[in-house]
């Protein structure tokens, strides 16, 4: 019995190495993949995106179902499109990011190897993790499971990354130098209920006036227009619209669905 628990005490000690160094290498790794992200829950959606991912910057560009882009670099966040990127007034952050944050605040829960790829399970508040990680240092799968909800990224393909965050921005034509859009509370709070969105500026009228685009967490396609006075906004057949006001600004919001709605109203209005 003694020798047993001897070599069971080797074999962990053994497997709780390897698992440091591999983990060292997906957190310093450099790398470019395509990756598929699911959500499934009351209802289903995924996106196909491409990502360029380095220890403490990152690009990634939603391919489907809309074209978007999204890059962190030196504690900042930026979205849009080539040739119209905004500084964003919230971070950032993908399933993968979220893993990360987790397995340095909480720890591995659990950790299981098997044919070269290591199986690592983060218990959280956030959510229950489990990433797939080959022993270089690259991820397969990345799960989250919350409050009935399983969120995946799977990696169809993944490869070192040799160029710099710099080199990888021109391609995109994304500017750091953009100056940064500053949004009231109620409008941050309201953007915490999205999957993701983009900024940009337009006219209407002769007011300079800011858009934003976003996917609700519900799958509904939500507008909000944010303008320091109030405006003439054209709606589409079917859609509704909130107006709210606040300290020095106006806000309207555009959405087809009641229930969206009605939920952005009281975070505007309270």
Same mark, same amino acid.
């Given at each position: 019995? #003694? ?14 190495? +390897?698992?440091?160094? +591999? ?8 790398? +470019? ?25 990152? *690009? ?8 978007? *882009?999204?890059?962190?670099?030196? !504690? ?30 909480? !720890? ?18 956030? !959510? ?16 989250? *499971? ?18 710099? +965050?710099?080199?990888?921005? #021109? ?76 300290? !020095?600004?106006?806000?309207?919001? *555009? ?16």
């Amino acid at each position: 019995m #003694k020798r047993i628990l001897i070599l069971f005490c080797i074999s962990a000690f053994v497997v709780a190495v +390897f698992s440091q160094s +591999f983990l060292d290498l997906f957190l310093s790794n450099s790398y +470019f993949g395509r990756r598929v992200v699911t959500e499934r829950g009351a209802s289903s959606k995924s996106r196909i995106e491409l990502v360029y991912r380095w220890p403490d910057e990152k *690009i990634v560009q939603v391919l489907s179902p809309l074209m978007m *882009i999204w890059a962190k670099h030196s !504690g900042s966040f930026f979205m849009g499109e080539p040739n119209n990127f905004r500084v964003s007034p919230l971070e950032i952050l993908d399933l993968e990011d979220l893993f990360i944050r987790q397995l340095r605040q909480v !720890g591995i829960s659990k950790t299981e190897r098997s044919d070269g790829k290591y199986k690592v399970v983060v218990d959280s508040p956030s !959510g229950l993790f489990t990433a797939i990680i080959t022993d270089k240092g690259y991820p397969e799968r990345i799960t989250r *499971i919350l409050q009935g909800v399983t969120t995946e990224l799977v990696y169809e393909e993944v490869k070192p990354l040799s160029e710099g +965050f710099d080199e990888i921005a #021109k391609k995109y034509n994304i500017r750091l130098s953009e100056a940064p859009i500053t949004f009231p509370a109620e409008i941050k709070e309201v953007l915490q209920t999205v999957s993701w969105y983009t900024i940009s500026r337009l006219k209407i009228g002769e007011e300079q006036v800011v858009l934003i685009m976003a996917n609700h967490k519900s799958g509904s396609i939500l507008k909000m227009v944010y303008s320091s006075k109030e405006v003439n906004i054209n709606t589409e057949q079917n859609e509704k619209m909130l107006h709210c006001t606040g300290q !020095g600004y106006h806000v309207y919001v *555009i959405t087809q669905d009641e229930e969206v709605l009605k939920q952005v109203k009281e975070m505007l209005e309270k």
